[in-house]
């Protein structure tokens, strides 16, 4: 019944951590908003800049696994190149020992259970108060549940003291395999746990108690940090190649650092003993300075494997594209994938979420542009082409498959933001969310336009009804202000609009509608004046969806003007 009871306590504080993580990650987040996505812009920069942008993402999320997640979702979307993506998972590692630092030196030096009831109820009252630190709020009230847990956790391990932990000691006086059988016990602690963070506290908890001594506790860390690639390996399923090759770096490149660690354990233990105050004894039990050893040898093994790496950033790359090639499939697909974990990887890190749909809606504006240009090009090919029965029927399979593919993005990507309002956003990023529903709207009726005036230009093609050059000398003024428009709302996706931004939109709109209302008076002069009716019917037919697709670009534009 003792073991029971001791197993009861131990899930239940363990629980409580966990959960006490979430809501201090989740506050975090959503008081970072904003801030936390320009920090994620430097993912574009150089490697050092990656591991830099790796380190303070998982610093403020408290979650290695979420921010790798994250990166093989941003690779699957070509938001970060392979290269790119190995700093920022670098930077990871070395990221999500803050949790054991802040556990090794606030958890066991001071009276936690006095800080964690406080820091609830401090955190509790700044949540349900409605003002703009309410954020903080729940991130204070985390960090009391995260320090109530880990009070649970200490409280429940000294009971293991007695002959019930006779089997742990005969372990842990094995030498070498001893060392092995940590790094396994740490490393399927982590698996099922799912969190390298809380695993790692509960290896100080126990080492803290003396359940098991230094050696051994320092290879369930390391242990602990192959478990961690889990979350990224299952990320990589169903995903595209560059996903694929994305989770395989995080699990070589801690497969690896925990190959080379195991064998020179005692030098690397001797390092931390080096940078460390105090001495803990290799086989010491009981020792109170052991948890911040082992709070710096998790910091020192990443920090030396990720400087390991640092130079052969690119060779590395080189070698999991060599195990992991392109496929026939992917390369011929025309279907559109927005390949994300369910609510999981959103629950974890929905403000990186909010990230990854900008990415991709501007890859649709992308689509919406490409067809612009496509179409309105056709309309000055279409008198000097020889063949055109053929000619048109090419263009408009092209652009039926554009407008077919920007169709499944809207759908797919108006679910994904959906997923993300189901979790807990900070509210700019709420703002964002309900702003990018509507440009994700509007750039597919964009494309639906597009392809409106691919039809006008395949009906005057099978009636014979081509504009003449005086006809495109009059449109393409009109023609050529849509596009500017439209290069300028692709250019400003992912900002907010400043005033004088806005000004210069209304300015387009303003400039298109006069053209507009004067072509429109040339069309109907024409007419009167005896010109060919359906020819110029065709003719205000295309104003009117010119006109269209700069209405779509001036919303989009307010959309912009209105981002957090």
């Known amino acids: 019944m003792a073991i029971v009871g001791m197993l009861i306590s131990v899930v239940g504080g363990l629980c409580l951590f966990l959960y006490g993580m979430q809501v201090m990650s989740e506050g975090i987040q959503r008081a970072a908003g904003n801030r936390m996505q320009k920090v994620l812009n430097f993912m574009t920069g150089n490697r050092f800049i990656g591991v830099m942008t790796g380190f303070a993402v998982t610093a403020i999320i408290q979650s290695s696994s979420a921010t790798t997640v994250m990166v093989v979702s941003f690779v ?9 993506s190995i700093g920022v998972i670098m930077g990871a590692n070395i990221g999500t020992t803050v949790t054991a630092w802040i556990v090794s030196l606030v958890g066991f030096s001071l009276n936690i259970s006095a800080l964690a009831l406080p820091s609830i109820g401090l955190g509790f009252v700044m949540r349900i108060i409605k003002w703009k630190y309410k954020t903080i709020g729940e991130a204070i009230m985390g960090f009391g549940f995260l320090f109530l847990g880990l009070d649970f956790l200490t409280k429940a391990m000294p009971s293991l003291n007695g002959s019930e932990i006779g089997f742990i000691a005969g372990v842990s006086d094995l030498g070498f395999v001893s060392i092995l ?71 070589l490149f ?40 082992l709070a710096m040898l998790h910091t020192v093994f990443n920090v030396v494997n990720t400087v390991i790496f640092f130079p052969f950033v690119k060779p590395f790359a080189s070698l999991v594209s060599f195990f992991i090639k392109d496929t026939d499939s992917e390369r011929k697909d025309e279907h559109y994938r927005l390949v994300y974990r369910g609510g999981g990887a959103i629950q974890d890190a929905p403000e990186l979420a909010v990230i990854q749909a ?5 890859d649709m504006a992308a689509v919406a542009y490409s067809m612009y240009d496509r179409v309105s090009k056709a309309f000055y090919e279409a008198k000097d082409v ?16 554009q407008e077919a593919y920007a169709d499944e993005m809207r759908e797919q990507l108006t679910a994904f933001l959906i997923e993300c309002t189901r979790h807990q956003l900070g509210p700019g990023s709420e703002q964002n969310v309900s702003q990018l529903l509507r440009i994700v709207a509007d750039l597919e009726y964009i494309t639906d336009d597009c392809y409106s005036i691919a039809c006008i230009l395949e009906r005057s093609v099978k009636k014979d009804l081509i504009f003449k ?84 670009c001036y919303a989009i534009s307010h959309a912009l003007s209105h981002m957090a």
């Open 76 to 84: 699957n979307a070509g938001l970060l190149t392979l290269t790119q």
């Open 181 to 251: 059988i940590g790094a396994g016990t740490g490393l399927v602690m982590t698996l099922i746990i799912h969190s390298s963070s809380a695993s790692t506290a509960i290896m100080l908890t126990m080492a803290f108690n003396g359940v098991v001594g230094y050696e051994m506790a320092a290879a369930m860390v390391l242990g602990a940090n192959i478990g961690t690639t889990i979350d990224a390996a299952l990320a990589g399923i169903g995903a595209r190649t560059a996903a694929k090759r994305a989770a395989l770096v995080h699990v």
């Open 254 to 293: 801690n497969v690896i650092g925990v190959c080379w660690a195991i064998p020179l354990i005692k030098p690397l233990l001797a390092l931390v003993e080096l940078v460390t105050p105090g001495t803990v004894a290799a086989n010491s039990f009981h020792d109170p300075m052991i948890t911040t050893h």
């Open 358 to 362: 900008g990415k991709e809606m501007r």
């Open 386 to 401: 020889e063949n055109r029965e053929a000619w048109i029927e090419k263009l408009m399979e092209q652009l039926s498959k």
């Open 469 to 552: 050059e005086k006809e495109m000398i009059l449109l393409s003024p009109y023609i050529a202000l849509v596009e500017e428009f439209l290069s300028f709302v692709r250019s400003h996706l992912g900002s907010r609009l400043h005033s004088d931004e806005a000004a210069q939109a209304e300015d387009f709109e303003d400039r298109i509608d006069r053209l507009r209302d004067k072509l429109r008076k040339r069309g109907r002069k024409r007419i009167e004046a005896g010109e060919d009716v359906k020819t110029e019917l065709l003719f205000i037919d295309l104003v009117r969806r010119l006109e269209n697709l700069g209405d779509y």
